[in-house]
């Protein structure tokens, strides 16, 4: 089992809709959790953090948390064309790694 | 800008060239790393340093060679690479290698081994 799961898409929405983005992680520690987004030929962006169960809402992106359940998603309401990239979701595990997963690629359709 | 630079952005060597790759970091933080990004694969972490000292190396091949010289800087230095080494070179920076360590990335370079 990989240790940080993404479905590698393309996933792609119309414009205005909600994106939803979905990761699993295998250690059961693991605290941290991070969204990053990388556009095309760009290094990854930091968008988001989380690290207690539930939801963390920041601007149109909400990171939502189950530890019980070991997945975490992001949220993007109102979708745009701008919001087309690679959201990289990262995990820092109980063994103070940081491992990234393969990425989904996003796709908002105008 | 997330004020993290890497230098140069975009270098094309030989097999038998030297070569090196400097990032510099202006965050205050004290922890750096290396990552190498290849065409649709994920992140690989290369190397950890946290106060200069090197605390992780993921089996990366002697022909990639790190150097630390202090908090704000970070260097890779390149030997004899091979054609499967052309990949994004991502630099990054955290507060430290412990709590909630966010990273934020460099611009990269981008290495092509011909």
């Known amino acids: 089992q990989k240790e940080v799961e993404q479905n590698s898409g393309p996933l792609s929405v119309p414009e205005g809709a909600i994106a939803s983005l979905n990761c699993t992680y295998s250690?059961?520690?693991?605290?941290?959790f991070f969204w990053y987004r990388q556009y095309s030929g760009k290094s990854p962006e930091l968008i988001m953090s989380i690290y207690s169960n539930g939801d963390k809402e920041d601007g149109r992106f909400t990171a939502q948390l189950n530890k019980a359940s070991q997945y975490v998603s992001l949220l993007i309401r109102d979708s745009q064309p701008s919001d087309s990239a690679t959201y990289l979701c990262?995990?820092?595990?109980?063994?103070?790694?940081?491992?990234f997963g393969p990425g989904t690629s996003l796709s908002v359709i105008p | 800008e997330t004020g993290v630079t890497q230098t140069p952005r975009h270098l094309v060597m030989g097999m038998t060239n030297k070569k090196s790759l400097k990032c510099e970091q202006h965050l205050g933080h004290n922890a750096m790393y290396w990552y190498k990004q290849s065409a649709k694969k994920p992140l690989e972490l290369m190397f950890v340093?946290?106060?200069?000292?090197?605390?992780e190396n993921n089996s990366v091949p002697s022909r990639f060679s790190p150097e630390c010289p202090n908090s704000s800087h970070l260097f890779l230095h390149l030997h004899t690479l091979q054609p499967e080494d052309s990949a994004l070179y991502l630099c990054?920076?955290?507060?430290?290698?412990?709590?909630?360590?966010?990273?934020?990335f460099g611009p990269g370079t981008r290495l092509t081994v011909t």
């Open positions: 250690d059961r520690g693991s605290q941290s």
């Open positions: 990054a920076s955290s507060q430290n290698t412990g709590g909630a360590y966010e990273q934020y």
């Open positions: 340093y946290n106060f200069k000292e090197q605390t």
């Open positions: 990262a995990v820092k595990t109980s063994y103070d790694k940081v491992i």
